[in-house]
């Protein structure tokens, strides 16, 4: 039987108009209600009955978020341990010396053996792991274009951008918001430098989540009657570097790092 592999399968599906007639704020949370089992596609009064024959037989391939992130980990240790490292070093521009190569993560060193073994001194998540790990097996050598765009402009983003929003811009302004001093120290902390403010933002903050994979924080405070507002820019060529989803991925890492260190020094 075919299975849904992610939320955003059952998204496209979907005509986007948040009608809420099936009770869910916007089609994107129908869509991760459907993939988590809570709810069925034909409980969505605007789709074709056509497209709902069509998935009729199709089962969410939902299992605990920790299980499924686990299990890739395994998978890409995998793939690693067939990845000639040395070749993939001279590929990425990283080190490569005892058997392991090591790239900077958000200023840190981030080393990997031929086993796929992580070493760091960078608390080891599996949202930042996973794209690490996409970075070294699959991600190309091509250099960054020195142009941001918005995560919708790049190719892959027009499908991701609503979740990216959700999970990423959303999330990220709210810690901004609430620990505005704090959020610029936290970048900081991770070796992002100031630049020229962008669209006249507030705060222009460079990060390097990977080395050649930028991406650029604006943030806008609020002032008089106008609301603050943050946008995340990356670099026009990292989906050249990187897949979509491990771009995703890397964004909603680095909000749950935020928001842990938030709490924890806040």
Same mark, same amino acid.
């Given at each position: ?105 958000? @200023? ?9 073994? %992580? /070493?760091?001194? +960078?608390?080891?998540? #599996?949202?930042?792991? !996973? ?60 070796? @992002? ?9 507030? %705060? /222009?903050?460079? +990060?390097?989540?990977? #080395?050649?994979?930028? !991406? ?51």
């Amino acid at each position: 039987m075919d299975q849904f592999k992610n939320t955003m399968e059952i998204f496209k599906l979907l005509d986007k108009s948040n009608c809420r007639k099936c009770n869910k704020p916007t089609c994107l949370a129908f869509a991760a209600a459907v993939f988590q089992g809570q709810m069925r596609l034909d409980e969505c009064p605007q789709l074709d009955r056509e497209v709902i024959e069509r998935h009729s037989g199709v089962t969410s391939n939902r299992r605990p978020p920790e299980q499924m992130q686990n299990e890739s980990i395994e998978n890409l240790k995998r793939k690693i341990a067939t990845t000639d490292l040395q070749s993939a070093a001279q590929r990425l521009g990283a080190q490569y010396s005892n058997e392991k190569l090591t790239i900077k993560c958000l @200023g840190k060193d981030f080393s990997v053996d031929t086993m796929g073994n %992580i /070493s760091t001194d +960078l608390h080891v998540h #599996p949202w930042i792991a !996973l794209p690490v790990l996409n970075y070294i097996i699959a991600g190309a050598g091509t250099p960054v274009s020195g142009k941001w765009v918005p995560f919708r402009e790049l190719e892959g983003g027009k499908t991701w951008y609503r979740l990216f929003e959700q999970r990423c811009e959303k999330p990220f302004k709210k810690v901004a918001d609430t620990y505005t001093d704090l959020f610029e120290d936290m970048i900081h902390l991770f070796n @992002g430098r100031q630049v020229e403010n962008h669209y006249s933002s507030d %705060i /222009s903050l460079v +990060l390097y989540p990977l #080395p050649k994979v930028p !991406l650029l924080i604006c943030y806008w405070r609020p002032e008089d009657d106008l609301a603050s507002d943050l946008n995340i820019f990356f670099d026009s060529n990292a989906e050249k570097i990187l897949n979509i989803e491990s771009i995703y991925t890397l964004g909603a890492g680095l909000v749950i790092m935020f928001e842990k260190l938030a709490l924890r020094h806040g």
